[in-house]
């Protein structure tokens, strides 16, 4: 069975740094393009970051790009997210995903994590 676990969310103050990590079982890890996705009440979830099956292609979306790293540990079936200098618009419920090629639109993603809240105070 499928299953995404993620990590490492939390309340920081704004400024910050923190790692989210994803932990992947039942699935060939190797196989997967990895992506992250958050998303705030009332809002759809939203593209943050994305790396392909190889580890090869990285991709951010602009709110997060040159303050994010995503990164996968193939030993460990597992895909870190590290964001720096965060702020207050960054918090949100994050979500850990799973798909045979990397994209940045929610649906064409297959599997998911339960997420994990980052609160980010100002």
């Known amino acids: 069975q499928a299953q995404l676990v993620e990590s490492g969310g939390g309340s920081v103050q704004a400024g910050a740094n923190l790692r989210l990590s994803c932990t992947v079982s039942?699935?060939?890890?190797?196989?997967?393009?990895m992506a992250w996705f958050r998303q705030t009440p009332g809002k759809e979830r939203e593209f943050v970051a994305g790396?392909?099956?190889?580890?090869?292609?990285?991709r951010y979306s602009d709110s997060v790009e040159g303050r994010s790293t995503i990164s996968r540990d193939s030993a460990k079936n597992t895909v870190h997210l590290e964001m720096s200098s965060l702020k207050s618009e960054d918090t949100a419920v994050y979500y850990c995903a799973a798909s045979t090629s990397l994209y940045v639109m929610a649906n064409h993603y297959r599997y998911w994590g339960q997420g994990t809240q980052v609160i980010v105070s100002s």
């Open positions: 790396i392909t099956a190889s580890g090869g292609g990285v």
């Open positions: 039942g699935l060939i890890f190797d196989h997967l393009a």
